[in-house]
């Protein structure tokens, strides 16, 4: 017989499958360690902006430790098993109301003396204590909060973003901005020195009227906004972009004698007819954007009439009463109370321009205005950000929370925009609807009951039967039912298949 093969393959597997427990690391009372404690080489302290909103009992419990920097072991045999009949889930699709607001984590403020480690931990430790106060909040007014951002290297985003800007644009999506609007947001972005003005994105998918109601109610808040949409300027881009690109082309074919005398013969009438509507449709456009301006000002000059007439009337009375005459408040000082809100779509120039003219007091970052753009995911920050850049500078995707590290872009010689990713932040508001605005990624589903029953609150029975061709039972009771809408999509389906 030859000599036997010590490399055989064989050979190898056996010694791959019986040698793992030689290198298996173990503590004192011959338990396993976890992989949090095991020093293999690999950086586990590393930079991880991967998006985490939703995490089961035991990964809370292991991102928990690794945050307080606690080690702990595995024992095998300790198992306890506790029988319990499971309660059947309650759909909830209202957004409840509590009186005790949530906040957002603060960053520790810095000093010279402290080094970059011992400020890593104070950090560390601050969202620690954030997280710890939503869990005994949430224990105490027993409600359940929605999914949040619990990577501290997100929230890190927003505290480099808050540092830096002189003006926070907070993107809201103007269906419904309640729903995305943190008021902690905005006081911390007023302590860190940045003045905010809200910025309702996709205008264009609510009608005037709606417009006017919301920029009414900002108007009592005293709080200043903006309509924009980012999808339509884009679309505009581009369609002017392509009507350049056919006259050049039109330009540089045959002679040019010929060429227009071409051109004249194919214009007909309804070409022509189309072109002075078009015109026509944009001189309304201007008239009506001009009213507005004209209305913003009367609107301005009767409130401060007002307040000059109720000062007059104060002087008069201590003057009637013996007492000394108050006084007059500065404009500075009645620059807050003085908010009126356009209901009007905001253009990239309106909206350059509205953001050049805020008064800043000292520029962070001088000669530039900083600009930072925050927000839920996919409300439209780096789409907007490439409008007013004119061209593609940040990458967007159609899934939330494509953008995972703040983007310095400078526009021009006075403005520069700060693109911080997008952040879920602690509400009252039901899962579903964050579900079904794309806050939340589709793959972070845990249950379609209930986002199907919040759909089936908001879209009529209708809507269902026309735009998936569905048959549903007509019944006394105007309530859809979500299983009705499953049961007759599934049997269609399985009719064409």
Same mark, same amino acid.
């Given at each position: 017989m030859g000599k036997k093969n010590k490399d055989s393959l064989g050979r190898a597997l056996i010694k791959d499958r019986f040698s793992k427990n030689r290198h298996r690391k173990h503590v004192e009372d011959n338990t396993m360690l976890h992989t949090t404690e095991v020093n293999d080489g690999y950086e586990w302290g590393r930079l991880n902006l991967q998006s985490v909103t939703a995490e089961s009992s035991l990964q809370e419990f292991l991102s928990t430790a690794e945050l307080a920097q606690r080690e702990f072991t595995a024992e095998k045999m300790n198992l306890k098993y506790v029988k319990s009949v499971p309660d059947a889930v309650e759909i909830v699709t209202s957004q409840p109301n509590f009186e005790e607001p949530l906040t957002v984590p603060r960053? /520790? &403020? @810095?000093? &010279?003396?402290?080094?970059?480690?011992? +400020?890593?931990? %104070?950090? %560390?430790?601050?969202? #620690? !204590? @954030?997280r710890r106060h939503l869990n005994t909040l949430q224990a105490k007014l027993g409600a359940a909060l929605t999914p949040y951002e619990r990577n501290i290297e997100f929230w890190k985003q927003l505290w480099r973003t808050l540092e830096k800007a002189d003006i926070v644009l907070i993107l809201l999506d103007a269906r419904n901005p309640l729903l995305f609007r943190c008021e902690d947001l905005e006081r911390y972005a007023t302590e860190q020195k940045c003045k905010c003005i809200l910025l309702l994105n996709k205008a264009d998918l609510i009608n005037e009227y709606e417009r006017k109601c919301w920029a009414e109610y900002f108007n009592q808040q005293k709080i200043p906004i903006a309509f924009f949409s980012a999808a339509k300027q884009t679309n505009e881009r581009r369609i002017s972009e392509a009507s350049e690109d056919m006259k050049k082309t039109d330009n540089f074919d045959g002679d040019s004698d010929t060429e227009s005398a071409a051109s004249l013969d194919d214009l007909t009438q309804s070409d022509l007819d189309e072109e002075a509507l078009n015109s026509t449709q944009k001189d309304i !456009?201007?008239? *009506? +954007? +001009?009213?507005n301006i004209l209305d913003i000002a009367v609107s301005e000059t009767a409130n401060k009439l007002d307040k000059i007439q109720e000062v007059l009337d104060k002087v008069m009375?201590? #003057? %009637? #009463?013996? *007492? /000394?005459?108050?006084?007059? &408040?500065?404009?500075? !000082? $009645? %620059?807050?109370? $003085?908010?009126?809100?356009s209901y009007e779509i905001f253009d990239r120039n309106m909206l350059l321009e509205m953001l050049k003219q805020q008064k800043v007091e000292k520029l962070k970052k001088p000669p530039r205005l900083s600009v930072g753009m925050i927000g839920y995911p996919n409300v439209g920050k780096s789409s907007t950000v490439n409008v007013l850049m004119q061209t593609k500078k940040v990458s967007v995707s159609a899934m939330p929370g494509h953008t995972r590290h703040v983007q310095s872009l400078v526009l021009d010689a006075d403005l520069e925009l700060l693109d911080c990713p997008g952040l879920v932040l602690?509400?009252?508001?039901?899962?579903? $609807?964050?579900?079904?605005?794309?806050v939340l990624s589709i793959d972070q589903m845990r249950s379609h009951e209930s986002a199907m029953s919040r759909l089936c609150q908001l879209v009529s029975r209708h809507t269902f039967e026309q735009k998936y061709g569905l048959l549903l039972p007509h019944t006394d009771d105007e309530k859809l039912d979500y299983r009705q809408i499953l049961t007759a999509h599934a049997w269609l389906v399985k009719q064409v298949c």
């Amino acid at each position: 017989m030859g000599k036997k093969n010590k490399d055989s393959l064989g050979r190898a597997l056996i010694k791959d499958r019986f040698s793992k427990n030689r290198h298996r690391k173990h503590v004192e009372d011959n338990t396993m360690l976890h992989t949090t404690e095991v020093n293999d080489g690999y950086e586990w302290g590393r930079l991880n902006l991967q998006s985490v909103t939703a995490e089961s009992s035991l990964q809370e419990f292991l991102s928990t430790a690794e945050l307080a920097q606690r080690e702990f072991t595995a024992e095998k045999m300790n198992l306890k098993y506790v029988k319990s009949v499971p309660d059947a889930v309650e759909i909830v699709t209202s957004q409840p109301n509590f009186e005790e607001p949530l906040t957002v984590p603060r960053r /520790p &403020p @810095w000093k &010279p003396e402290i080094t970059a480690e011992e +400020q890593q931990e %104070r950090e %560390r430790e601050s969202f #620690l !204590e @954030w997280r710890r106060h939503l869990n005994t909040l949430q224990a105490k007014l027993g409600a359940a909060l929605t999914p949040y951002e619990r990577n501290i290297e997100f929230w890190k985003q927003l505290w480099r973003t808050l540092e830096k800007a002189d003006i926070v644009l907070i993107l809201l999506d103007a269906r419904n901005p309640l729903l995305f609007r943190c008021e902690d947001l905005e006081r911390y972005a007023t302590e860190q020195k940045c003045k905010c003005i809200l910025l309702l994105n996709k205008a264009d998918l609510i009608n005037e009227y709606e417009r006017k109601c919301w920029a009414e109610y900002f108007n009592q808040q005293k709080i200043p906004i903006a309509f924009f949409s980012a999808a339509k300027q884009t679309n505009e881009r581009r369609i002017s972009e392509a009507s350049e690109d056919m006259k050049k082309t039109d330009n540089f074919d045959g002679d040019s004698d010929t060429e227009s005398a071409a051109s004249l013969d194919d214009l007909t009438q309804s070409d022509l007819d189309e072109e002075a509507l078009n015109s026509t449709q944009k001189d309304i !456009e201007l008239f *009506k +954007q +001009q009213i507005n301006i004209l209305d913003i000002a009367v609107s301005e000059t009767a409130n401060k009439l007002d307040k000059i007439q109720e000062v007059l009337d104060k002087v008069m009375e201590n #003057l %009637r #009463l013996g *007492k /000394p005459v108050e006084t007059y &408040p500065s404009e500075t !000082e $009645d %620059r807050n109370e $003085d908010i009126v809100n356009s209901y009007e779509i905001f253009d990239r120039n309106m909206l350059l321009e509205m953001l050049k003219q805020q008064k800043v007091e000292k520029l962070k970052k001088p000669p530039r205005l900083s600009v930072g753009m925050i927000g839920y995911p996919n409300v439209g920050k780096s789409s907007t950000v490439n409008v007013l850049m004119q061209t593609k500078k940040v990458s967007v995707s159609a899934m939330p929370g494509h953008t995972r590290h703040v983007q310095s872009l400078v526009l021009d010689a006075d403005l520069e925009l700060l693109d911080c990713p997008g952040l879920v932040l602690p509400a009252y508001a039901v899962a579903p $609807d964050l579900m079904l605005t794309a806050v939340l990624s589709i793959d972070q589903m845990r249950s379609h009951e209930s986002a199907m029953s919040r759909l089936c609150q908001l879209v009529s029975r209708h809507t269902f039967e026309q735009k998936y061709g569905l048959l549903l039972p007509h019944t006394d009771d105007e309530k859809l039912d979500y299983r009705q809408i499953l049961t007759a999509h599934a049997w269609l389906v399985k009719q064409v298949c």
